[in-house]
């Protein structure tokens, strides 16, 4: 198997092991962009543009700022350089015992307007010499830690720049876009793996012995997507299972499936296998829950969240033949389920709590 193929499954493992294992949540303080520009030497130029989004954090240090500016601005770049610097060098560190960060004297953290901010510095190594190839020294999903809390290194946009000259022979995952070896990925967490080569005879060799990455979107649009859920009232768990045929997934296809599932569901367990033909899954979640309890019934007002749009939603009534469905919705991406149970209330009971209210009168008096 290529260094290329090798390199690919290598990240999937990672990423596909994040998921499970961790499936952290996306850091909400900063929107932030990075550009990555990659030279011929393996050396590559890291620009970051982190916008501050976090409610409490701009309203504390916009009321700083009006009593004291230069507080309030060394404040913010304590947060910029503490966040998003040091967290970024962690995970290289970590991930790499080649690669290695080295920051300008100047320049290094630029603080602007509306408490954004532009960090800047080079990691050598970033891609390393491997048969006639340069590949990624460092990739994989990145952690942000912030008050003892691991979430995930969450970016808007990632663009890698790669010199005019190279071939690149894989990124993994697939970029959004590539044109002119400028390759651009949305709403992500990680480093890809990259792997380019000077020889064109290496680039040829390679990309025939490389498996080529099919987008998530084409694996879900070209699937039939069936999911059968059930509630169950007593435990307030949410059973389903469900299967996508029409195409045989790919590791990243598995990896991106998990971490849909995690994304919009409460997850308690999730089980997913391929198969030669697409995947069957199955799980149990705690969905969104309105209850409401009276004299005379229970009511649960059940709300599931799904990952994306399937073909066909079944839903099936609990084993409990006191309970009842009385109705049930299914839009693109959330199915709504109304379950009642009548409580057992005889004449007498009914009869006693309506004379109850002229029992009372008559004691006050």
Known sequence: MRKGLVLVLMFITALSFANQAFAYEPQRLFDIEMYI?????GTAMVKINAKLIDPAFIAYLTNLNISNPQSANNEFQ???YSLIYRNFKREVEEKSKEAMI???ETGFIKISKNWTAVVNFKIYNFLVEKNQTLQSSVYGPMRFLFKNHVFAYTWKKLTLVFPKEMYVVNLAPAPKEFTENVAIWENGNYLPII????NETVFERERSNTTTIIPFEEFLNKTTKIIT????????VVYFNGTMTG???QQYHIAKLIDEFNRTMDLIKFDIKSTENGVTFSGEAKPMLQYKETLTKKTWNVTVKLPFKFDKVHIVPPNNQ??????NKITENKVTMVFEEKKICGPGIVVGLALLPLLLRKRRR
């Open 247 to 249: 195409m045989k997934p």
């Open 322 to 327: 006191d309970v009842v469905m009385v109705s």
């Open 229 to 236: 859920i059930k509630y169950d009232t007593f435990g307030g």
């Open 78 to 80: 304590k947060m910029v």
């Open 195 to 198: 792997v380019l080569t000077f």
């Open 37 to 41: 520009t990659v030279y011929p030497s």
């Open 102 to 104: 080295v920051i300008p």
